[in-house]
Nanobody
Framework: QVKLEESGGGLVQAGESLSLSCTTS????????MGWFRQAPGKETEPIAC????????YYAPSVRGRFTISRDNSKNTLLLQMNSLKPSDTGMYYC???????????????RGQGTLVTVSS
């Protein structure tokens, strides 16, 4: 059974940092490009970052570029997202997922977690 589980969300003030983790099981993690997407209340989903299996290609949405860093530890089947300089506009549910990762875009796949909530107060 494939499982992706996000953790690390919470309530922070603008300017602060959070680190999200996505632990996986039941899939050959190192074979997959992985990424994060988010959904703010009342808005469509927004793919924000992805990384290919060996980390040599990464994509960041313009809205997070320079503030967020995606990484992965294939030995631990874990995907990470370091979020710095958070803004109220970063508020939303954050999901990890497989998908297609290119230098210019990320298309989330069907394997995804249940999400973790990030709330940034002003």
């Amino acid at each position: 059974q494939v499982k992706l589980e996000e953790s690390g969300g919470g309530l922070v003030q603008a300017g602060e940092s959070l680190s999200l983790s996505c632990t996986t099981s039941g899939l050959s993690f190192g074979d997959y490009a992985m990424g994060w997407f988010r959904q703010a209340p009342g808005k469509e989903t927004e793919p924000i970052a992805c990384i290919i299996w060996n980390g040599r290609t990464r994509y960041y949405a313009p809205s997070v570029r320079g503030r967020f860093t995606i990484s992965r530890d294939n030995s631990k089947n874990t995907l990470l997202l370091q979020m710095n300089s958070l803004k109220p506009s970063d508020t939303g549910m954050y999901y990890c997922a497989t998908g297609n990762c290119y230098p210019y875009e990320y298309n989330p796949g069907d394997l995804r977690g249940q999400g973790t909530l990030v709330t940034v107060s002003s």
